[in-house]
């Protein structure tokens, strides 16, 4: 296989072809180590405390691999970057909350779902709740979210603007330089309980939906045993243990 890479490769576009193998199961197990990437500025779900990477999914992440009987290196990188990179051979896995959608389903593998959610709106008006109330306001997203979309959908809105970075997007609505900021249920559950004085506003939730790690486009033997790592520390207690940490409730899907 390595002589007919080399040979294969002496025609430029048979190389690229090539050079993109996602590692199979075997050679994963065989390391002894997923490298996984995520994205770190998305608390509670991955995030950095001072220089150490947490978060639920990252916490998840752990328990999950040492089922796997893995041990894991992290990589972080701008969300955009993350399920490109799966393309590109350069990690095994993604895990940074990402909604199964059928336009991404169509360039990765995903996972079963590890917690189910939906996209909320966040304001600092209370006169805007609902996706109703969105119809000429401007709404701050984070950039290849599946908020966009979403916020598209529901409203006649005047603007959504577009932020590299979730935590962009909230500074916009917290400086006022936007009407509202669509962001996860839970992200914005924690911005409001963290900041009881700061003025935020707790809207409706414009849609829900499954996030799933994921995996290079057919790679199904890694996203199996992903997915029967997650069913096991859903099954032994340790998953409830853990999402009791983070939300106070239990976010599997059900
Ligand atoms: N759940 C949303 C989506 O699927 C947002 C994910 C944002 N994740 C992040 N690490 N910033 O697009």
Redesign the pocket.
């Known amino acids: 296989m390595k002589l007919f890479k080399t040979l294969a490769c002496t025609a430029l576009t048979l190389c690229a072809v090539f050079s993109v193998q996602a590692r199979p199961l075997d050679e994963v197990k065989k390391s002894g180590t997923l490298i996984a990437a995520?994205?770190?500025?998305?608390a509670p779900?991955?995030y950095f405390n001072g220089t150490t990477l947490t978060g639920f999914e990252v916490e998840l992440a752990e328990l999950v691999a040492k089922k796997m009987g893995l041990k894991i290196q992290w990589k972080t990188l701008g969300?955009d970057a993350?399920l490109t990179g799966l393309r590109q051979d350069r990690w095994d896995l993604v895990i940074?909350?990402?909604?199964i959608?059928d336009e991404?389903a169509k360039a990765v593998t995903f996972t079963a779902p590890h917690y189910c959610?939906g996209?909320m709106i966040i304001t600092m008006d209370p006169a805007i709740r609902t996706g109703k109330d969105l119809a000429g306001k401007v709404v701050a997203v984070?950039t290849?979210?599946?908020?966009l979309e979403n916020v598209q959908k529901v409203s006649a809105v005047k603007e959504v603007k577009n932020f590299p970075?979730?935590v962009d997007a909230r500074s916009a609505l917290n400086s006022r330089r936007v009407d509202a900021w669509v962001?996860?249920r839970f992200v914005a559950k924690a911005v409001v309980d963290k900041n009881p004085n700061a003025g935020f506003k707790l809207g409706d939730m414009l849609f829900i939906?499954r996030?799933a790690a994921a995996v290079a486009k057919g790679n199904q033997p890694l996203a199996d045993a992903w997915s029967q790592g997650l069913a096991a520390i859903q099954a032994d207690g340790s998953y409830a243990e853990l999402s009791k940490k983070y939300f106070n409730e239990d976010v599997r899907c059900h």
């Open positions: 995520t994205e770190g500025q998305f779900f991955n969300f993350l940074a909350s990402h909604g959608t991404r959610s996209g984070q290849g979210t599946s908020y970075t979730d962001t996860d939906e996030i």
